[in-house]
């Protein structure tokens, strides 16, 4: 029995050697945005500022009511009559927009014009009555039928659909063409080859700092050298094989290494100044 629970000890740490991550890093799942949010439905705008002493849609067309006293006069305004009446008016703010004449009402643009203003209207529900059902299922809908029509749109004329999106403040996001189910193992794939894309970016810049810091002692080798071997040459009289145009090039290169040299330096007493401070 003893010898069995041993065993089974030593498994079980073995297993766990095994499992535990050889590099340490930590996958939070994102957040989920449901569909209704400005975010996902692409209404870059809110709700349009509407005074409150405006009157209802219907109530100013009525000529009385013009030269009606102020005390009626709010009586019929929105403040009173409620959000209904607000989200008409919104309706017809935007709808005065891209509206062609007076009398449009069917044409592409008004329509999504029309639901922008519904689907605008019951997001600001949403965030005060969040779990309204009705309401979540209403907007879903809403922003799907704006899409169909966008879509539509954009198809038959793109310069009036560029135009609407303008005039509505609305970014198009279509309906993706494929479902990617998200899951830990592929993001931990990504995560890890990232990482290990860092390391090796840093390990390169590391290694190219090195032998740009070898550059210098080089070169002055490389010039005394091909001095060296010139005046050998001339002395000798043997046929010269060291221009003068090489030992040029490698002065210039020393000169350009020494500037950098001397910038990176600064670089550096900058950075040693800010951390003390």
Known sequence: MLRRATTLFIQNRGVNQLVKPLVNIKWTRPEAIPAYKPERSGDLEGLP??????????????????DAPESVKTIFSIEHLGKKE?????????????????????TAETRIAKLTGHIRCLQDTMEKFPRNAKAKQTVQELIDKRKKLLKYLRQYDYK?????????????????????????????????????DSIRQSKLSDYRNLLESQQGPFLTQKLDALKFIRSEQTELQLPITVTEQDIKKVEDQLKEWKIKDELKEQAKKKKRNILLD
């Open 160 to 196: 009036k659909f560029e135009w609407l999106l303008e005039k509505l403040n609305i970014e198009y996001k279509a309906h993706p063409e494929t479902y990617h189910k998200l899951t830990r193992k592929e993001s931990l794939r990504k995560l890890t080859e990232m990482h290990c």
């Open 86 to 106: 607000y989200n008409v008016l919104v309706k017809k703010e935007l709808t005065d927009r891209v509206r062609r004449h007076e009398y449009d009402e069917r």
């Open 49 to 66: 500022q509407i005074p409150s002493n405006s009157l209802g849609k219907e109530y100013s067309l009525c000529e009385e009511i013009k």
